[in-house]
Each structure stands twice: as C-alpha cells, then as structure tokens.
C-alpha cells in the first residue's frame, strides 16, 4: 500500500523545528511504505486567523478538523488516493469522542481509515518505540492543533452547529486559498 502523508503549518506560530519534527517522523516511517510517497504541506495559517474569531470558541478543534478533512478530500482527489487514514485514537481527546469523530465524517467523501482507534495512550507509545518514532513525536515543538484548543472543547459537536459556524465563515473560500499553498515533499 502507497501511503502519502500531510501536514498543516501555521507560521509564524508553529516553529521551523515542529516541521522539522514532521519530516523526520515521515522519514523514519519511509521503509513503510511499498513506493516512494510525498509528503504534502498545507499553510493553515488563513484558516486559523479566521477560527480564532468564532463566536462559539468551544467548536474551533471541531471545525479546524473539518477544514483538515475537507482539504485532505481535495488533495486525495488530486493524487488518485482512495481513502484517508488518521492516527485518532477514541477518547484521547474532545476531537476523538464518537460525537465529534461523526460530525468531522460528514465532510469526507473518501472512507476514513483509522489503524489505532481502539488503542490507548500506553499502547501507541510502545509502537512508537517498536518503530523508533517516540523519541522525534516527544520533541517539545506544539502543533496546530495543540496550540489553539480552547478551554472547554465541546465532546458532543452537532453537524448543524457546525455547518452554521462555517458557513459564517466562508470556509469554501477559505480552503481554496489553503490549496494554493500546498508544498510538495518527495520523500
């Protein structure tokens, strides 16, 4: 199986080293893989500014994962993927209840395949050690998504609320201008 890996940056707000984090996570990973793969970095920074200005801060995780899925269904459509796979595991966090995890579905065209969704903390931990990746994911560089949790993220999302967040929004507007900065990474 060919897997092709993506990540968001937010600068100036993420630091030149929590990409260099990704890349070396995608390098570790690389023998993996059956073929050479890219890697593809998105500029979220846009998205953020505008996420940062929701009325209903407790929807800003919920909706910043929508917008990542939306933009991964757009890249995949572009490569010829057919599928997306995601690294959630249920309960590790608001993003990851069932609530939540059905409210982010609803925006992917493509199945979403999730390998460690019954696996807790303790066990992803020991796979990453199985395949040397601990040691690079503990590095002390935040991501987007850790940056900008708000206080109380809702753990039971509802579509409707979300869809009118988003539509105040313009997220259709919002994610076209996030494909234009798509880096491309062969690995």
Not at 5 to 25: G, N, R
Not at 54 to 62: D, H, Q
Not at 137 to 142: L, M, Q
Not at 159 to 167: K, L, M, R, T, Y
């Amino acid at each position: 199986m060919l897997v092709h890996f993506l990540h968001f940056m937010t600068p100036p707000h993420t630091t030149p080293e929590a990409l260099q984090k990704v890349f070396d996570l995608v390098a570790k990973v690389a023998p993996y893989n059956q073929a050479s793969f890219s890697l593809f970095v998105f500029d979220f920074n846009d998205i953020l500014t505008e996420l940062r200005h929701m009325k209903e801060e407790s929807y800003r995780i919920t909706i910043m994962r929508r917008m990542f899925m939306r933009i991964a269904n757009r890249l995949a459509k572009e490569i010829g993927a057919d599928a997306l796979i995601t690294g959630e595991s249920l309960g590790q966090v608001a993003s990851q209840t069932i609530e939540s995890m059905n409210v982010i579905n609803v925006t992917s065209e493509l199945p979403i395949l999730r390998p460690v969704i019954t696996y807790d903390k303790e066990e992803i931990i020991k796979i990453s050690k199985e395949i040397d990746t601990y040691d690079i994911s503990i590095r002390p560089f935040d991501d987007v998504c850790s940056m900008y949790v708000p206080d109380k993220p809702t753990t039971k999302p509802k579509i409707s609320v979300a869809e009118d967040i988003e539509n105040e929004l313009m997220y259709k507007q919002l994610i076209d201008l996030a494909m234009q900065t798509k880096i491309k990474q062969f690995v």
